[in-house]
């Protein structure tokens, strides 16, 4: 067993606490420190109970490569198959509960306890597809996140019930075993005497991003970033680092692959990988590993995300100048994305802590104004090597005017899942909208002139801003063909996400005002009244003009405008509750009015538009739209049986009206003339659809296994394994399902 020592290492970085190490640039010095000797922070000691584990399990096999764990298993299988074996059977101790609202269960990313060898056929057969992923052999025991809920750490496990609730879902609580270097074990495939044969490349040049593959020299120059930041006992493992090919699949796979984002904000037709800095090929890799069917991979991509954001501020502070560097925020942004939806507690909380420092980047380099976007001109001389010239500083320009609207997707995306405060404000992008997808995706420097001057015209000289078509929503439309409307609708609805939160945090305000109060400048009804009738205007207005752009998105705004989540979650018991009856009365004073109607109406067309997303796509943000809906379903279906009166038609002498009331209504249906007679009249039932008959509302566990099916159906099909993520709000979704009191978990 090896004990805690320091080990002297100039290459070495600091040691750093998770908060510290990936803050934005300090100070602006001039020139690069002199780099200091430093020594090693030393194995963090184990606790009790890791100690008697490790006793089990036997010492240390000089022939595992130092690796912590049991010996090699023995299993008789073909080595090209995938060994998915259930992580949460071996407690590390090295992570905690979620900290996200309702995001229960942890993955975990400890190998320690597990023999990988199998892994090394990975460095020659790639394990996944762009089409059909190899076949996948179950993991035992079935459910993952139950697994993982059934052990808890001593060292954090509450004292009461409730306790346990607010711990797990609203804070990372920090453990010895938690800190930068616990996933450093992940970074290799260790090796295996037998190796198969190199297949054939399962991807075609055709669905290559790019058409120039990683070199050995790229591929050494991210191992220097992993040598800068491993430590000493880890360095021997690295001999079995990914290789060449595996790395440049990794890249491919998330440039290209069934998930293909990444190209509306890099520009893959000026890519060069072999160019480009080893802090985004390794962010990119990473990328490209969580977003794989395999869970080893997963592990992988989770533990190069983890050196990526260590590494990166290193970088800064050596040469300050990079703050400015297009690929460096890029990079950075990216290890932002795997952490926010990598369902570990600790990365969630770090990855909403160092949005911040991006922003900072960003906005003091001018990136949010439109004086650092100047319009192309193109003259007689602009032909060949000139063209190309001017071509490639556009690129840079334009890349930089993405990726502001890529993080102010990022940082909704956050404030929606986190309850936080949106980072961005809605009056502070001044730059230009992007321009065209057919202008940014030209594949040479003749094809995008033409299409520039084709598509842009005379529009080129004064594109609005987004600021602008908040103000004016019509300038959107004017501009259609000039704009990239898909990304210029998803950031506008993004931006009117701000004026929602503002209007939900006023709500709560003025509703927290104690009745005893006789005095008060506030006008509840005025305050409230104009901002919704405002925010549903525009709404509205943006639903008939752009009927098919960012549905789910604006569908999941509209829910949140007729409901507080805040006050779903309480109810639900998925937060601290300090006074029982309060939360009740609220809900049961929403379930009574016409608000809820319309809330459980736009979560029923949250289920239609995820339904029609293509196969795969219902993960992170996405996923966090299903689940809102359906804790929306599941208070409006217990409410409604609580308070009766919130389910009945008002009194009428009608025999027809009354008549009606024994209608259904399917929330997740088109709109029709009884859909409006429901939620204006509160006449029908209103149910979710079904395989069989719809559901109504009021029966919640028929209605949450229904959205439990969606949420399994499109995040894959039953032979692959879901994301984390997928996997803890499933988790959740099935508690409450199962025992109606989230409390009794």
Known sequence: MLEPEHVETPSEEPTQTPVESSTAPQSLST????????????????????????AQSGEHDQ?????????????????????????????????????????????????????????????????FEFENPIGQVPFPGGNLSNQAYARQNDDSTPNSAQGLIHQTLWRFVPVPGNHAYAEQGNLSLPSQDLIVGTPESFADVSRRATSERLDAVARDRVLAILLSQVQSHILPALSAFPSTMLLDKLIQFFLAGPLPTARTWIHTATFRPNKARPELLLAMAAAGAVLTPDRSLRKLGFAMQEVVRNHIPTIFEADNTLVRDLEMVQAFMLQLEIGLWSASSRKIEISESFQTPLLTMLRRGSRFRRSNYPVVAFGPENEGSSLEKKWLAWVGQESFKRIVYHILGHNAEASISLRTNPGISYSELDLPLPVPYEVWSAAS???????????????????????ECVASPDLLRAFSTAVDLKFSCSSFLYAIWGMVWEYRKLARLLKARPTTTKDNPWDNSLALMTRYQELLKVLDYYRLTYANESTLLLELILLHLHMSLEEIQLFCGLDEVEDDCRAQDSIGEWVDGKMSRLAVWHAGQVVRAARQLPALHLRDFYAITIFHASLTFWAYGFAVRSHPQGGKAPAVDSTHLLASQQQTICVDGEETALTYRYISLNVGTPALRSESAPTPL???EAVMGIMIEVMKRGDGDAASSSSPLVENLLNIMGQLKDTGMFKMI
């Open 698 to 700: 009021s029966n919640a």
């Open 445 to 467: 420097a003749a094809d995008w002139k033409v299409k520039y001057q084709t598509m842009l015209g005379s529009c080129a000289s004064r594109i609005p801003s987004l600021t």
């Open 31 to 54: 020139a690069p420190p002199p780099p200091p000797t430093l020594l090693l922070p030393p194995p963090f000691p184990r606790g009790d109970a890791e100690h008697a584990q490790t």
């Open 63 to 127: 022939d595992n490569i130092n690796r912590r764990g049991l010996p090699p298993m023995q299993v008789d299988r073909p080595a090209y198959m995938m060994d998915y074996v259930a992580p949460y059977e071996f407690a590390s101790g090295t992570l905690t509960p979620t900290g996200l609202a309702a995001w229960r269960g942890e993955i975990d990313l400890d190998f320690s306890a597990i023999d990988l060898s199998f892994l090394s056929t990975y460095n020659t057969q790639v394990p």
